[in-house]
Nanobody, 123 residues
Framework: QLVESGGGSVQAGGSLRLPCAAS????????MGWFRQFPGKEREGVAL???????RYADSVKGRFTVSQGNAKNTLNLQMNSLKPEDTAMYYC???????????????????WGQGTQVTVSS
């Protein structure tokens, strides 16, 4: 199981950092990423980081969000800066032993999901 934390409420322009840990697994995931879901919408990709350091971002968060690997195995962080009200969503951590660099945001790649953490940005 993946465990997210760090969600909360912040004003527009503020920052939040979301850690995710999957330390109970003995093997290392090749792909770990963040997704978010707006009410009534499908889950969408936010950011991906691959074990070799390659990253991918949704266009809506480029230049504002940064995904990074944590120091421990199977951990990652999402640093969210310049937050906007439209970033308000439930954020989920996901992991997979394999994924596509091009179609990284397709949900089917990811076998492991966290329970989600709510991020609310007020104007």
């Amino acid at each position: 199981q993946l465990v997210e934390s760090g969600g909360g409420s912040v004003q527009a322009g503020g920052s939040l950092r979301l850690p995710c840990a999957a330390s109970e697994y003995t093997y290392s995931f090749y792909c770990m990423g963040w997704f978010r879901q707006f009410p009534g919408k499908e889950r969408e990709g936010v950011a991906l980081i691959v074990r070799n350091g390659i990253t991918r971002y949704a266009d809506s968060v480029k230049g504002r969000f940064t995904v990074s690997q944590g120091n421990a195995k199977n951990t990652l962080n999402l640093q969210m800066n310049s937050l906007k009200p439209e970033d308000t969503a439930m954020y989920y951590c996901a992991a997979s032993t394999y994924c596509s660099y091009t179609y990284w945001d397709r949900l089917g790649w990811y076998n492991y999901w966290g329970q989600g953490t709510q991020v609310t940005v007020s104007s």
